[in-house]
């Protein structure tokens, strides 16, 4: 690894330190080298807050003249935001050099923060571990380019293959480690979303409780309005909770969420109650929903995998076999790349990435 790639390795870490609390911006880190040593750094740290880029300038204690600013994503230009642009500010530092991992899709940066800096004598290099940036940015790059959230199917499954013993019990597999790992995961999502059966059955929280973060905000799919409507995401004031259903859906069960301050989305289905998942993404989008983790249930994860609508699919195997039950959702795997592995305590990690092509990524 040479030094700008070691440099940049640094921002990344900074960048990922604002999962959870600048989305829909993307996550930036950035620090400032002088004579090979590190004199300052910064991220954007929550949503309408400052830049990394003016974060690092600002806390730097010493004349900028000459220096390098290492940056993950293209510094902005635009005015069209709640915080002043970081380009003018590059500029008027002194420093000499930029040197960037990502170009910025927004169409209203897209290499213009660039010419700019160009433009005034500032020496720029850009594509720096890009591939890793990108992965860093997933959200915001398919957001930007799409108007769609990043989907992450996340399921833990038995090693023989087994989800659940069935879809009326609820079924424990991994260990608590594989726990705190989820809930880590959650902080980092805009939201998280299950089934309506998933919460008849779980009763889960949604919540992040295993590590300290922000709670995603909690989205129940349901066509005909059939959750239990004392279920604790319908009761606690923990986090936003939005269920998505049937505009044709009795509107007796619709009123009963109306009554407990339920945000409800409601859509026109296809046939009888089903509504179609890509019409639920462009209305979580219209929500400022940039990333979607998905738990639950079966029928959900089946559902998303058939429409081709999972970036990423995220497998946690435990170490026991139930030998009846519920078998894991197939995908076909020549879509998907093998991305990561880990050992979570005794539970393995596979992520599987989607085929990056154009409509993710910017060119």
Same mark, same amino acid.
């Given at each position: 690894?040479?030094?700008?790639?070691?440099?940049?390795?640094?921002?990344?870490?900074?960048?990922?330190?604002?999962?959870?609390?600048?989305?829909?911006?993307?996550?930036?880190?950035?620090?400032?080298?002088?004579?090979?040593? &590190?004199?300052?750094?910064?991220?954007? #740290?929550?949503?309408?807050?400052?830049?990394?880029?003016?974060?690092?300038?600002?806390?730097?204690?010493?004349?900028?003249?000459?220096?390098?600013?290492?940056?993950?994503?293209? !510094?902005?230009?635009?005015?069209?935001?709640?915080? !002043?642009?970081?380009?003018?500010?590059?500029?008027?530092?002194?420093?000499?050099?930029?040197?960037?991992?990502?170009?910025?899709?927004? !169409?209203?940066?897209?290499?213009?923060?660039?010419?700019?800096?160009?433009?005034?004598?500032?020496?720029?290099?850009?594509?720096?571990?890009?591939?890793?940036?990108?992965?860093?940015?997933?959200?915001?790059?398919?957001?930007?380019?799409?108007?769609?959230?990043?989907?992450?199917?996340?399921?833990?499954?038995?090693?023989?293959?087994?989800?659940?013993?069935?879809?009326?019990?609820? /079924?424990?597999?991994?260990?608590?480690?594989?726990?705190?790992?989820?809930?880590?995961?959650?902080?980092?999502?805009?939201?998280?979303?299950?089934?309506?059966?998933?919460?008849?059955?779980?009763?889960?929280?949604?919540?992040?409780?295993?590590?300290?973060?922000?709670?995603?905000?909690?989205? &129940?799919?349901?066509?005909?309005?059939?959750?239990?409507?004392?279920?604790?995401?319908?009761?606690?004031?923990?986090?936003?909770?939005?269920? &998505?259903?049937?505009?044709?859906?009795?509107?007796?069960?619709?009123?009963?969420?109306?009554?407990?301050?339920?945000?409800?989305?409601?859509?026109?289905?296809?046939? /009888?109650?089903?509504?179609?998942?890509?019409?639920?993404?462009?209305?979580?989008?219209?929500?400022?929903? /940039?990333?979607?983790?998905?738990?639950?249930?079966? #029928?959900?994860?089946?559902?998303?995998?058939?429409?081709?609508?999972?970036?990423?699919?995220?497998?946690?195997?435990?170490?026991?076999?139930?030998?009846?039950?519920?078998?894991?959702?197939?995908?076909?795997?020549?879509?998907?790349?093998?991305?990561?592995?880990?050992?979570?305590?005794?539970?393995?990690?596979?992520?599987?990435?989607?085929?990056?092509?154009?409509?993710?990524?910017?060119?």
């Amino acid at each position: 690894m040479n030094n700008d790639e070691r440099y940049m390795d640094l921002c990344f870490k900074l960048a990922i330190k604002g999962a959870g609390y600048v989305s829909p911006n993307p996550l930036v880190g950035a620090l400032i080298v002088k004579d090979n040593e &590190i004199i300052s750094t910064g991220f954007h #740290e929550k949503y309408g807050g400052a830049h990394a880029e003016a974060n690092a300038i600002k806390s730097a204690n010493t004349n900028l003249k000459g220096c390098t600013l290492y940056c993950n994503l293209e !510094p902005c230009v635009h005015t069209n935001k709640q915080t !002043p642009p970081c380009v003018p500010l590059i500029i008027e530092s002194g420093i000499k050099k930029v040197v960037v991992a990502n170009l910025d899709p927004n !169409p209203e940066v897209n290499g213009k923060g660039i010419t700019k800096l160009l433009e005034n004598g500032i020496e720029v290099r850009y594509g720096i571990m890009e591939e890793k940036g990108k992965y860093i940015n997933r959200f915001f790059f398919k957001y930007m380019k799409t108007k769609l959230p990043y989907v992450t199917l996340k399921i833990a499954t038995s090693l023989d293959g087994r989800i659940s013993l069935s879809n009326t019990e609820q /079924t424990w597999l991994t260990g608590p480690q594989s726990k705190v790992f989820v809930h880590k995961q959650r902080s980092t999502y805009d939201a998280i979303l299950v089934g309506a059966n998933t919460i008849n059955v779980d009763d889960p929280k949604l919540t992040v409780r295993e590590i300290k973060g922000r709670n995603p905000i909690r989205v &129940i799919l349901d066509g005909n309005f059939n959750a239990n409507i004392h279920s604790k995401v319908f009761n606690d004031k923990e986090s936003r909770t939005i269920i &998505i259903g049937s505009a044709n859906a009795n509107k007796e069960k619709k009123e009963k969420f109306r009554e407990k301050n339920i945000e409800i989305i409601e859509i026109e289905p296809i046939k /009888t109650h089903y509504i179609e998942l890509i019409n639920v993404l462009r209305s979580l989008s219209k929500n400022n929903i /940039t990333s979607l983790l998905i738990e639950g249930g079966g #029928e959900v994860f089946s559902a998303f995998v058939k429409n081709n609508l999972a970036d990423e699919i995220m497998i946690l195997t435990a170490p026991i076999n139930l030998g009846y039950g519920i078998d894991i959702i197939s995908f076909n795997k020549e879509d998907y790349i093998l991305h990561y592995k880990e050992m979570i305590g005794n539970d393995l990690l596979t992520i599987y990435k989607k085929k990056e092509n154009d409509v993710y990524w910017f060119n």
